[in-house]
């Protein structure tokens, strides 16, 4: 399910080329549902998401997630635990004594531990591995630690661009709460609840959230994401500022786009009809050999047009290089919340989509080249509807959002104007077919102008 979210998101920016940028925190509500549970705790200044964590934080969390706080805490104050270094304060001391007496971590000489040193990703995944029960130099080696982790199903790299801040922490964290420990069926949040070290009803919140979503992932396993065939039906209100004037544009698009992703080769046929203020536009893409083909008819006029999107497909063949044999939890921390019901024969999930969609989207935008710059938009809460059927077979997908655009748009003599662009979507797409069963059949493109992608435009916003 996760894939074929991911490859739909992909392919609307692939289509619309538009360039993201992401919040200074993106995982509040994470880091508050960690807090709830005495996972993850702030300082004087909150939670302070927006800067990188030091290696003293990353000791206290790891300890946490070993279920051995309290038993650290004890140990040390009774003399039974001790560590050799000198710049570790008495607050962090229990935690860093528990580890080095354990053999978990060492310090970076005989008697510094570092712990004003930024803690990078590859530290942090490397410590949750060893919280899971694996064991680096046996079940993986330093090296691969983050691949590894992408295997177990709690890391994907589009989530976490960019340095590695407390944020980023609080949501890798919590998706490892949800992964199955070494060896086992056992996720490491009830393995914590069992041992006592987490409070079941403290818990429960999360531990419901993560059972409704594995159902969702189990209740589509079957089903082929590497391609699609979907009917769209949209409606948007566009808000458009610029030049101190306010022009408010209903628009409503139909269409159909067919997807598929073979390994980096990527094909796509996206046909629409869209209809703002009396007029409508049509517009037709193909997607073939590297190439993006457009067709664009309006007031009776059509132009055809060809450009390359060779460096675009970066994002496109980093997607199908994930391996999804696993349990897939990575994702989990961008939704806020995670519901489900019987309809019928079908099960819908609802989910909310919170501002983690930022940091994935500025991930895959930012292997797209250049073609993308001069824009900047953010995506508010998505709500999103599931149905799936009996057999595991996605049916339809309802969105409702709204996002944001700010752009800088050149004028004759170097100028430029601003524009301030708002977007409120209501969604539905039908899906028709998954797998082998998605067939495209491309045109004659032999009359198409070949053009710089920047030249281009937007596609009708989907």
């Given at each position: 399910m996760k894939r074929f979210l991911t490859l739909l998101f992909t392919t609307l920016l692939l289509t619309a080329a538009l360039c993201i940028a992401a919040s200074a925190s993106d995982y509040d509500t994470v880091a508050q549902d960690l807090s709830a549970i005495g996972m993850f705790r702030g300082t004087a200044n909150g939670f302070e998401l927006d800067r990188a964590p030091t290696r003293s934080e990353a000791a206290i969390m790891l300890v946490r997630l070993y279920g051995a706080e309290e038993q650290a805490k004890t140990a040390y104050a009774a003399g039974e635990i001790k560590h050799p270094f000198t710049d570790v304060s008495a607050f962090t001391s229990p935690y860093v004594a528990w580890l080095y007496s354990n053999g978990i971590t060492n310090g970076f000489t005989e008697n510094t531990f570092g712990?004003?040193?930024?803690?990078?990703?590859?530290?942090?995944?490397?410590?949750?591995?060893?919280?899971?029960?694996y064991k680096d130099g046996t079940d993986f080696q330093y090296a691969d630690a983050l691949t590894f982790a992408q295997e177990k199903g709690f890391y994907e790299p589009v989530m976490f661009p960019g340095a590695f801040l407390r944020d980023d922490l609080a949501a890798v964290t919590y998706q490892a709460l949800a992964a199955d420990m070494a060896g086992g069926k056992t996720c490491l949040l009830d393995s914590l609840v069992k041992s006592g070290a987490i409070d079941q009803n403290a818990a429960k919140p999360i531990t419901d959230k993560i059972k409704t979503y594995r159902a969702m992932?189990?209740?589509?396993?079957?089903?082929?994401?590497?391609?699609?065939?979907?009917?769209?039906?949209?409606?948007?209100?566009?808000?458009?500022?610029?030049?101190?004037?306010?022009?408010?544009?209903?628009?409503?698009?139909?269409?159909?786009?067919?997807?598929?992703?073979?390994?980096?080769?990527?094909?796509?046929?996206?046909?629409?009809?869209?209809?703002?203020?009396?007029?409508?536009?049509?517009?037709?893409?193909?997607?073939?050999?590297?190439?993006?083909?457009?067709?664009?008819?309006?007031?009776?006029?059509?132009?055809?047009?060809?450009?390359?999107?060779?460096?675009?497909?970066?994002?496109?063949?980093?997607?199908?290089?994930?391996?999804?044999?696993?349990?897939?939890?990575?994702?989990?921390?961008?939704?806020?919340?995670?519901?489900?019901?019987?309809?019928?024969?079908?099960?819908?999930?609802?989910?909310?989509?919170?501002?983690?969609?930022?940091?994935?989207?500025?991930?895959?935008?930012?292997?797209?080249?250049?073609?993308?710059?001069?824009?900047?938009?953010?995506?508010?809460?998505?709500?999103?509807?599931?149905?799936?059927?009996?057999?595991?077979?996605?049916?339809?997908?309802?969105?409702?959002?709204?996002a944001t655009m700010k752009m800088e748009i050149p004028m004759e003599g170097g100028a430029a104007i601003s524009m301030d662009v708002a977007y409120a979507y209501d969604m539905t797409m039908t899906v028709n077919a998954t797998g082998k069963r998605v067939k495209i059949t491309f045109p004659d493109f032999s009359g198409y102008q070949e053009t710089p992608a920047a030249s281009v435009g937007s596609a009708p916003a989907a």
């Open positions: 712990s004003q040193r930024t803690c990078t990703v590859q530290n942090y995944v490397t410590f949750l591995l060893r919280a899971l029960g992932l189990t209740a589509t396993k079957g089903m082929d994401e590497n391609a699609m065939d979907v009917d769209m039906d949209v409606k948007m209100d566009m808000t458009m500022t610029a030049g101190g004037e306010t022009t408010t544009m209903p628009t409503f698009m139909k269409g159909n786009m067919k997807l598929i992703v073979d390994g980096g080769n990527v094909k796509l046929a996206y046909t629409t009809a869209t209809e703002a203020q009396g007029e409508t536009v049509k517009m037709d893409m193909w997607m073939k050999d590297g190439w993006m083909y457009t067709s664009t008819t309006m007031s009776g006029e059509e132009k055809k047009v060809k450009y390359s999107v060779e460096d675009q497909m970066a994002a496109v063949k980093s997607l199908s290089g994930v391996n999804m044999s696993a349990m897939d939890v990575s994702g989990l921390a961008m939704l806020e919340s995670v519901t489900s019901k019987k309809v019928g024969s079908n099960t819908e999930y609802t989910i909310v989509i919170g501002q983690g969609m930022d940091s994935m989207l500025e991930s895959v935008v930012g292997m797209m080249g250049t073609e993308t710059s001069g824009m900047d938009m953010h995506f508010g809460k998505i709500t999103a509807t599931y149905t799936v059927d009996s057999k595991g077979i996605l049916k339809k997908i309802a969105m409702v959002f709204d």
